[in-house]
């Protein structure tokens, strides 16, 4: 505004931040390429000279060829298709519900701390190990994937929602009640958009929690899947397959990693990151 | 119309298993439409005494009456503004002016009708649609003083206000507060650590002892009203200033090397 | 950690990897248990490695030898030639994997043809796939004429312990498995004796001990002692069956057991035990058929390549 | 101080909060225990009165009795031992040496930039889908079980720590290169000390990964641990077994939990929690 | 002894391809043991400049020299000190003042061995130990201030150093300061909003225009020393304040309603 003054004669030193950022974005990219190209051609090179052993390191080419046949005559799309909607879905439901949880602690201090160590505890149980319980309980098909990755992020996304809840501005609380707020105000115009950052901030954890979670779920007990497939893969020593499923997971959780990232920037929208 | 009445209110809160007076039995009556400082010595009691009167805090002793209403340990009868703007930072400014209305069921939709000729109309035309974030302090307490002046309440608390603000936002926020109490009526009870302001824009300023509070003295201020910058180098300011200075050295403890005898404070 | 190294004790120490710590493995638990790896100066034992890891770790040189199926030690052979392992030794030599009907829909047919109408279109609960038990059961109906994937549907959990509790909730009309499930499903009422049995197949290399060629090569008196041990075990639990059964308590401390006793009985019954360690031509063809009609592996083999049984010779002209 | 003047009269309101955090910790320990409880005793009775399989669900008397065994005829205490050495060692090594990671992206945007997509790759990677691989690189003993343990902690703390990194105080950093101060100052004296409430606040989720991954690696090859125990039992039918062995882990978690808790209270002494 | 010397600097940014001016080319020589207060409208560029003579940003001309040595660009030749207090919250008082003396390699024992004695001369014996939280925002800046004595350089710069503190604390964190101004005879620059502020403590104040930043005028305080609360009611202390705010009113774009514009302040 006021400062767009005549220009400056040439040859000054001028900072120019947004330039930076961009050079840095770019380079980035670039950076990224370039390394998951030396990987790739490290990793081909090392197999075929012999420095790696291919029956138990694969390569690049016979994943590819491997994951192609997958594709053509295997069903690895709709594996694929499988886990990461059951991996969403479970994800999605954890992370409401476990934030429901979190922020429901707020109502409640002595409720808070009689449920954090059963909390805690269930967190801990071994999903894999109660096999047996877990198929009574929810059997075998695609809502137990769902309510596995579901148990492996309601306690991480209430726990983060529940410090949200402890690091509220008492003072925004004191502000609403002074304007005659009851509690129910107070929770849903301070408590719930306040913890926001919080539970915002464990979905990366989470997503890969929820993946992980379905994984467990299909090596329980599966018809589909991508950890159907390395389960078996490993199974039968087909050890190319198995990366196959590796790279495919990988892939699969870089691409919910940035949709977590969009996520995030769509959830804190219109607030500076929490400092 | 409406009088508010603190009669005998004292606050002790128990520390370490020893009782602790925070603020001693105070009486106060202030009359509608009045305009009150308060100044005191950090931490003898000034925002607890607000906060008894905001129905925030229970009083140990005491009653308080709003035009004849006991409403000790009630909340929603006065405004309260403090010196953090406490705007919630994800809502727009509209949206945060509305707020009172909201909790009393008005919709959003009525409210935000209601309150835009009032943001337009003291000045923040146009930043209706920002975050807090992206206004500079003094415009964030003027929202927040527009999210107080639409609950509508006869009587408003300011509990340090302007403290944060740098000395020439801080000498506009005065005028602009003078003029929309002028307009608006209010009663007002205004703490503050800045003798000028208190003597800039009072009727009344109660001295507070220092902790545990108790009151020291009344000063009347006879100043016209309307006044403006040239009423700060006036005979009788000056003299006003130098009578609260010298009360409020009384006050103080170690007059040369203590701060606020650990009390955290500032940025 | 730990494999062949420590030269402080004159005991060799050899770590055996198992997929799994099965009931089926006894002999080589009793030649553990009574010291007959002690009197032929070596300390055995065993690890328990999971999804393909048990053949790994001997690759790796973290275990000596692994038990397990022939078939798997093949794949891995197929997979990587530079030093192949090579089976020295039999323990299992029976199909150990029986079907089960729910108590609901009981079999009751004799011929080939009565099972096929039976399994056609029932759910089964048919353990993990590329499991052994997973995979006898596609050969029998491959075998019989029924597509694994469309006739019938498969239940393939990964845990044991599932494969009872999906028959009893009714998700499952048959399941498939081994002791102890059979005996803790007729006593749960979930299913009542198999009707049918894989060992029925008869010699079939189901587990046997194998270790890396070049440990053949190079250290021929240990894998002979080794094998002289292990007769000494399927020995005495083919002779012996109270102090078989002693030993079984031991290593299985917390099964019941009725449970162990019902095991014991049915292996008896079924000759499950190698008699004398041999690894026949037949009874190795029999595992690597089933990978091949199941389509896991189908690349065929070498008996001569995949099975050394001069060390079994040598112990038994002693 | 200045406050202790005359008692007041008797029959005044007074607050006293310190009493009111005492009562709500007595209750919260008694509510506690009465769940517990009521957990046990309905357990126990719907296993008793056939309400739930006690094949598959157990029941508190046996699982004490049970796990009595392990302890006399097994060896339940040294693969308690083993187990939790493990999960320790690496949660300790994944924790310093991610938090070195992500404190390392401080010194250039380019490079943690590049690095953050393979870190979450790997991250995602399943640990028991690559158990042949894991056991060509890590081998099969109780190392490879710290190693697992290692990997499950190490991005998490490394993206914890990054977070810190982000949230630093620009002005403290300012602050000191205005007197004078060199990178590597700035690093030691304002980087490391502010990143570690960020570092502190993932111990929790940390320690039950960890666990986690001793968990897989146990599963993945043992000759000990409650891990091979869990997969042993799974394997041998003895659903009580597996119990016991649940029961234990969550014992175990819950204690490493306190014991986190007491360490982040170390860790943040003389440090308010923050803002 | 040393002068410090601004020639010709300006500072130009770059904000969506457009050069935007922080601050116009600007002139200035301060001699050794003097007190210049800077006062001007918020976003002038007076932080940038105080960047610019500390050496953590670049001028996009023009030199800076103390004593004739040239120091364009570089970091530890002058002290800064920021109204927030930037205290190391992890680290005691006494760890906090004695950070300078660590990064120039002295051992942690020396350097507080220095440092007690300068904290129980200046107010704070007794808090050595105490984390920063403990303290009152006086003592703080108190603690900025001997932390900035310490590191012992001829140059100080001051950036609304009081700016956060309420008004009484104020008062005394301005005697105080004027007493170890007298006492170490350092050179001071010192930004304010607060035109009290500016006239009690300096030999000279230069008023800057509204952005971009250029000197408007340049104020000789002629104030005998020392000088106490007295001072402020002296004639010629006001007939100064009068001039000053005439000057810094006629920069203030609109003088109503308008706040900052734009530049987030405060809380
Ligand atoms: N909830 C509480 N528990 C215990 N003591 C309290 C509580 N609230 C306030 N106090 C104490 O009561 C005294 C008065 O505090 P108060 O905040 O009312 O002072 P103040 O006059 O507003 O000070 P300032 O000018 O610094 O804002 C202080 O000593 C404070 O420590
Ligand atoms: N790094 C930067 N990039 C772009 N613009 C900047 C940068 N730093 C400062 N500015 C701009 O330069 C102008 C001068 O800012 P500066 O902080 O120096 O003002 P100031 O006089 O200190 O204001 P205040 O009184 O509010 O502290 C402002 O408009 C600001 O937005
Ligand atoms: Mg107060
Ligand atoms: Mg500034």
Known sequence: ?275 | MSELAINHCSKYFKKDAINFCAVQPITMHVESGQFISIIGPSGCGKSTLFNMIAGLERPSEGEITLSGMPITGETGHVGYMLQKDLLLPWRTILDNVIIALEIRGMSRKEARQRAIPMLQKYGLGGFERDHPDALSGGMRQRAGLIRTLLDDKQVILFDEPFGALDAQTRLQMQNWLLKIWNEFKKTVLFVTHDIDEAIYLSDEIYVFTKRPGRIKAKVQVDLARPRNETTMMEARFLQLKRELLLMLNEERPHPEFDGNEGDAHGG | AGSSGSKKTPAKNLIIAEPVHLIAYLPLYVAIDKGYFKQEGLNVKTITATGGAHVTAVVSGDAWGVIGGPDSVQIVNAGKSKDPITSVVNVVNRANVYLMASTKTPYTGQSDAELKAFLKGKSIAAGRYGGSPNLLTRYLLIGLGLNPNKDVQLDEPADAAAVVSLVQQGKDKIANGGEPQINDGIKKGVWSEPFYGFPSMGDYAYSVVSVKASTIKTDPKTVQKFVNAMLKGLKLVNNNKAEAFKVLKKEFPTTPDASLKAAMDRAYKDKLWSKDGYITRAAVAKPLDVVKKTGIYTKGYSYEKLVDMEFVNKALNK
Request: hydrophobic share 50%.
């Open chain 1, 1 to 275: 505004m006021a400062g767009k003054t005549k220009a400056p004669s040439p040859g000054l030193f001028i900072e120019d931040r947004s330039r930076r950022a961009k050079r840095i974005r770019r380079r980035a990219i670039i950076g990224q390429m370039a390394i998951g190209l030396l990987i790739l051609v490290l990793w081909e090179g090392c197999t075929r000279f012999g420095w790696l052993d291919s029956y138990y390191w694969s390569s690049p080419s016979t994943i590819v060829r491997v994951g192609w046949q997958a594709v053509v005559h295997g069903s690895l799309l709709s594996d694929l298709a499988y886990t990461s909607g059951a991996t969403i879905l479970g994800f999605i439901a954890g992370t409401l519900i476990g934030s429901a949880i979190g922020l429901s602690f707020w109502w409640s201090e002595l409720y808070s701390r009689i449920t954090e160590p059963y909390m805690i505890a269930i967190n801990a149980i071994p999903k894999l190990a109660l096999a047996p319980v877990l198929v009574i309980m929810f059997g075998i098909g695609f809502d137990s994937k769902v309510v596995l990755a579901f148990l492996m992020t309601v306690i991480v996304a209430a726990i983060a929602a529940y410090s949200g809840v402890c690091n509220i501005d008492k003072d925004l609380e004191k502000m609403l009640i002074s304007l005659g707020a009851k509690r129910h105000h107070v929770f849903l115009k301070v408590v719930v958009p306040s913890s926001i950052p919080w539970m915002v901030s464990t979905l990366k954890i989470n997503i890969s929690l929820a993946l992980a979670g379905t994984i467990v779920g299909e090596f329980i007990s599966s018809r589909q899947g991508i950890g159907r497939m390395i389960l078996y893969a490993g199974q039968v020593l087909d050890i190319d397959l198995v990366w196959v499923g590796v790279v495919v997971l990988s892939f699969l959780s870089i691409v919910m990693y940035l949709g977590t990232v969009w996520l995030e920037r769509l959830l804190m929208r219109g607030r500076t990151p929490k400092s």
